[in-house]
């Protein structure tokens, strides 16, 4: 089951940045925070992942609340390439060994030319 | 490099039928998973296999069964097809198994509908 709770849709202007809310409240200490993103008639694919640090790459930047309980996606500049369904996933290891992705329904972001 | 690839791209069958779907991994990847995403909900995860071995597997039916070949690529089958087994099938593979800070990187799916 998905253990995190983000918002259905968000609405953003071409150019302006975004912030997608994640809220992860039994977060565990070994749990990493990841954010893929499903573009229309794609897979998902990585934007960026982080355990306790903010974390910074080309696509994103990931700041991660001080008690882990929430986290947050940035995207400084969105385009309309950006327009996405967002995931917000814990990943850590499971009994057996192997690690899946757990998604929930995601962050649909629409963005405004 | 090429990326994940699957195959077919669509497929229609009848209730009943059976299946395989097919997916080639990133060369160099040895861990292959497979997703199910039906219409408006995200991916929901059916089978991780490692070196030809089925490493987890995730709440679905007997129907559904997987395997990976000496290559690494992996064919997923379900049998007895149901309605409800219509959706968008992706694969995607990853470097390693265990290994909860590696990406996985999916390939564009395959669209199932059952009539």
């Known amino acids: 089951d998905a253990k995190t709770t983000q918002p259905n849709s968000m609405e953003s202007n071409e150019e302006e940045p975004v912030h997608l809310p994640c809220n992860h409240s039994?977060?565990?200490?070994?749990?990493?925070i990841h954010w893929y993103r499903q573009l229309p008639s794609q897979g998902p694919e990585y934007v960026i992942h982080g355990l306790t640090s903010n974390v910074n790459n080309r696509m994103a930047s990931l700041a991660i609340a001080e008690d882990r309980k929430s986290s947050t996606l940035i995207l400084h500049r969105a385009t309309l390439r950006d327009a996405a369904v967002y995931y917000c996933?814990?990943?850590?290891?499971?009994?057996?060994?192997?690690?899946?992705?757990?998604f929930g329904k995601g962050t649909r972001l629409s963005v405004i030319a | 490099d090429a990326g994940v690839t699957q195959s077919p791209t669509h497929l229609i069958k009848t209730r009943g039928q059976h299946v395989t779907l097919r997916c080639s991994p990133i060369?160099?990847?040895?861990?292959v998973s497979w997703y199910q995403q039906v219409l408006g909900q995200g991916p929901q995860f059916i089978f991780q296999?490692?070196?030809?071995?089925?490493?987890g597997r995730g709440n679905f039916p007997d129907r559904f069964s997987a395997r990976q070949f000496p290559n690494y690529s992996s064919e997923l089958n379900v049998n007895a097809l149901l309605l409800g087994d219509s959706a968008l099938y992706l694969c995607?593979?990853?470097?390693?198994?265990?290994?909860?800070?590696?990406?996985?990187?999916f390939g564009p799916g395959t669209r199932l509908t059952v009539l």
């Open positions: 296999y490692y070196e030809k071995e089925e490493r």
């Open positions: 039994t977060i565990s200490g070994t749990d990493y």
């Open positions: 060369s160099g990847h040895k861990s």
């Open positions: 995607a593979s990853s470097l390693r198994l265990a290994a909860y800070t590696d990406t996985q990187y």
């Open positions: 996933i814990l990943r850590g290891m499971t009994n057996s060994g192997n690690t899946p992705l757990v």
